[in-house]
């Protein structure tokens, strides 16, 4: 059984950085592409970034391209995502996810695991 385990979330103010993490444990992080997507109140859950399985290739969302960066450590199991110059549009609870599929894949339903999610909130 996979599992995913955030964590990094917690309160920044408007223009700071953070960065989260998802620790990987069951299988090998090296197995899946991974995701991290976001869901703030009263909206649906959207995609930020994806990764390939070796870390290789990337792709941002439009909204974060050039402030987030995802990043993987295989050998540590675990996915980060950095975010930088945040502002009170990024406020929402971040999930990371894993998929056996290849490719980068912005699409919620072809993710087999997910994590519970860490909340980000930005203060002005």
């Known amino acids: 059984q996979v599992q995913l385990v955030e964590s990094g979330g917690g309160l920044v103010r408007t223009g700071e950085s953070t960065r989260l993490s998802c620790v990987v444990s069951?299988?090998?992080?090296?197995?899946?592409?991974m995701a991290w997507f976001r869901q703030a109140p009263g909206k649906e859950r959207e995609f930020v970034a994806v990764?390939?399985?070796?870390?290789?290739?990337?792709n941002h969302a439009d909204s974060v391209r050039g402030r987030f960066r995802i990043s993987r450590d295989n050998a540590k199991n675990t996915l980060y995502l950095e975010m930088n110059n945040l502002g009170p549009e990024d406020a929402a609870v971040y999930y990371c996810?894993?998929?056996?599929?290849?490719?980068?894949?912005?699409?919620?339903?072809?993710?087999?695991?997910w994590g519970q999610g860490t909340q980000v909130t930005v203060s002005s």
């Open positions: 990764i390939t399985r070796s870390g290789g290739g990337t």
């Open positions: 069951g299988r090998a992080s090296s197995e899946y592409g």
């Open positions: 996810a894993a998929s056996d599929r290849g490719g980068l894949r912005s699409i919620a339903s072809v993710y087999d695991y």
